[in-house]
DNA sequence: TCTCCAATTCTAGCGTTGCTAGCGAACAGG
DNA sequence: CCTGTTCGCTAGCAACGCTAGAATTGGAGA
């Protein structure tokens, strides 16, 4: 039965060319904004023709969330290096705080692609990727020390609110940039 | 000279027309979501055709400004009636953040137009609309009590990345709509 | 009142978008 | 070597934002 290994193989290529397809909607969006990412671009990159997007993903929007989920364990991997790089629940905090802040501003098409492109990924479901528990896994602990025992997974998404505001209303110019470190650290102040 | 009052009479119209397609694009997007907000369903819905629209705005983008500018002057105005009619600072800091709240929950649309779909506003300028500033300074007021004299604005930023984060992040499926209420007032006892 | 000119609105169309039908080539199996 | 299926491609659809240029409207002067 050579049968069987060759379909392994096809299923390999096609797996391959899956992530070819994610890292390039990825990469062409970091460079351009996602307004740029379109199926004739992103097909012309990959060196396929635009139908074959369509045999991977459903539409447009399973390519965003794909990269969304991308985004979401690179971010979880950030913070759990800030936290576990320190010592002291305080200075952990701050420096969680900070990774998350670094990573919205250093990749904000990424960070778009998680919060605001994307409608349709699964969060509080059994089938949520592990990728979104990890990141708020990493938000929990950092707060545990902060919290009586009932509330800890409700100052988490506190926390994790004040951060996405603080974010998302400088990167949409609604807050200046300029006192943004006081801010933060306000927020963190008040919570801790 | 006729010619003044007719031209006069010129402007009262076009403006009349102006404020039509603003409200047209703002029950549209309403009724079924800014991505049902086409320049061709629009204009049908105004009865003109599509170039009139360009002749008032610069652009699609333009035309959401104009409803997120209306939406900031609603939201300003609700807030303050929360502040006004409740005594005490702890109680209208509360009201007033749950009409925040409930604004962003009950326009979906309008809230989205001011804060995820625009964003070519001017927020922190000499040129920015008085309605934007109205809101903005309910935030400040409400907060003025629970703040040291040097970080007032501070602390109605913090506020405001606060309630943001928490409707955008519900809105968007990623907090789950249970303990919406609960993560609300542990923001506010820990920010007053 | 009739004509003319300027302002204004409409028709028609361009280039691009996401997405799909259906043809043609490539390839595993007999 | 032939056959049947799987796969990727070419071509095209409807709808998008936006614009050029024709057509219509309506005030002004004779």
Redesign the interface.
């Known amino acids: 039965m050579a049968g069987m290994s060759i379909h392994a193989r096809r299923e390999r290529e096609r797996a391959e060319r899956e992530r070819l397809i994610v890292t390039a909607a990825r990469e062409l969006a970091e460079a351009e904004g996602w307004e740029a990412v379109t199926t004739r671009r992103l097909a012309d990159r990959v060196e396929y023709s635009q139908p074959v997007l369509y045999s991977h993903f459903k539409g447009m929007d399973a390519i965003v969330a794909a990269v969304a989920v991308d985004g979401f364990a690179d971010l979880a991997a950030e913070m759990r290096a800030a936290r576990t790089s320190t010592r002291g629940p305080k200075r952990a905090l701050a420096n969680v705080a900070a990774a998350y802040v670094a990573f919205a501003e250093q990749r904000p098409a990424l960070y778009d692609a998680m919060?605001?492109q994307t409608?349709s990924?699964?969060?509080?479901t059994p089938e949520t990727p592990a990728a979104l528990r990890a990141g708020f896994d990493e938000l929990r602990q950092v707060v545990r020390p902060f919290a009586a025992d009932d509330?800890e997974d409700?100052?988490a998404?506190?926390l994790?609110?004040?951060?996405?505001?603080?974010v998302?209303?400088t990167r949409?110019?609604?807050?200046?940039r300029e006192?943004h470190d006081?801010?933060l650290a306000?927020?963190l102040s008040?919570?801790a």
């Open positions: 919060f605001n409608v990924l699964a969060f509080a509330n409700l100052l998404e506190v994790w609110s004040g951060l996405h505001g603080l998302s209303l949409g110019g609604r807050l200046p006192n006081r801010r306000l927020l008040r919570l």
